[in-house]
């Protein structure tokens, strides 16, 4: 009867641990939030073409140069998407909203050394790859004998405190014995060296300090060595906010920071079937906004045709169902859609408005 005991006692200690592990490995797989869906897309972006985004949080948007895989910025804000693509405007592309954490100024920032000398020949962009909602980048180092590095880049968004951060994590594949990987980096909207940790080999080639409104502001210049057989972890903690200023402004009646409705559809499929100006598939959003007078009882009406989907007024055309959609975020989205009209000429007294279906 003991030896019964100690078995049926092992196998719950066991079974315990087994389940706290897998919570464990549960919760690590959760994909964080983001603040637009795809979080990651390719377009052209401040004129700058073959550029890959990473929109990674409300707080830090990244973006790289795909023809030298090299980072080109960091900021805090979001992308206008304008042009024939995005709102049947013809000229205008992409730009970045907001000021930048970081810009980096190295196009090409990457070297591979053998015995001393520089054997790199040519980057290649290989794609991008999604796992566990987490943007893994990959690039292809051409050494001028024939060999290839291969290199991983994982970008993400870090808070500690009430400080935000960015994170490069980088794993080599493929390093012949002797080869050392390194790549050029500048680290800007810091306050003190501490404010940026990695394991791997970091030199600092220039510094600078100034003062701006009594605070201290750090800038390095320097070189990542990286590490062979291990990830390779380059963690920036930031100041309360970018100090890189960017040209480009927000058209008129914009602000650097989106309304929360509008995040909110950015990161619901609101856009594959409706477009702010241009009726698609459904109407336009301003076509909506046009037609509903703007007050409480519309939003009610227009959040419950969200959440339960159907066709309705605007055609044979189904409207999908959304009942995963907390009913706050759904508000917030007609709010944002009906403040498109700001005249609100024509549609008090509505006939549609008591009847939406």
């Known amino acids: 009867m003991p030896n019964q005991l100690h078995v049926v006692r092992t ?11 897998g919570c464990g490995k549960k919760e690590s797989s959760i994909a964080p939030e983001r603040p637009h869906q795809p979080f990651v897309f390719r377009s052209v972006l401040d004129q700058q073409p073959r550029i890959i985004t990473l929109a990674l949080h409300d707080d830090v948007w990244a973006a790289y140069h795909t023809d030298s895989c090299s980072l080109y910025k960091v900021w805090k804000g979001h992308v206008q998407f304008q042009g024939a693509v995005y709102d049947n405007a013809h000229g205008p592309q992409p730009i970045s909203i907001g000021d930048a954490w970081m810009v980096n100024p190295y196009k090409h920032p990457w070297s591979v050394k053998s015995a001393g000398s520089e054997v790199l020949k040519e980057v290649k962009y290989a794609g991008h790859a999604l796992k566990n909602g987490r943007a893994i980048l990959k690039y292809n180092l051409v050494c001028d004998n024939g060999t290839m590095i291969k290199v991983d880049e994982q970008p993400e968004f870090l808070q500690k405190d009430a400080q935000v951060g960015f994170e490069r994590t980088f794993r080599l594949h493929d390093v012949p014995q002797g080869y050392e990987v390194s790549i050029a980096q ?4 810091i306050a003190l060296a501490q404010n940026l940790t990695t394991n791997g080999k970091w030199v600092v080639e220039a510094e600078e300090k100034k003062e701006v ?9 320097g070189r990542l060595g990286l590490l062979p057989g291990e990830e390779t972890y380059f963690r920036t903690y930031f100041v309360s906010q970018p100090t890189i200023e960017n040209p480009n402004k927000p058209g008129d009646g914009e602000v650097a920071t989106l309304p929360l409705g509008q995040r909110l559809i950015a990161k ?6 409706h477009n702010e100006k241009v009726q698609t598939i459904g109407p336009a959003y301003k076509q909506i906004a046009e037609r509903y007078p703007w007050n409480e009882e519309t939003v009610t009406a227009l959040t419950n045709k969200v959440i339960a989907g159907g066709a309705g007024i ?11 959609l907390p009913l706050t975020d759904a508000m917030e989205m007609v709010r944002y859609i009906l403040r498109l009209d700001t005249t609100d000429v024509g549609q008090k007294g509505s006939e549609d408005a008591a009847g939406i279906s």
């Open 213 to 221: 409104e009594g605070k201290q502001l750090l800038t390095l210049n």
């Open 11 to 21: 196998f719950l200690v066991i079974s315990v641990l087994a389940i706290i592990i």
């Open 268 to 273: 619901n499929d609101c856009k594959t079937c």
């Open 314 to 324: 605007w055609g044979t055309q189904a409207m999908s169902a959304h009942p995963e």
């Open 186 to 189: 500048q680290v800007t909207s």
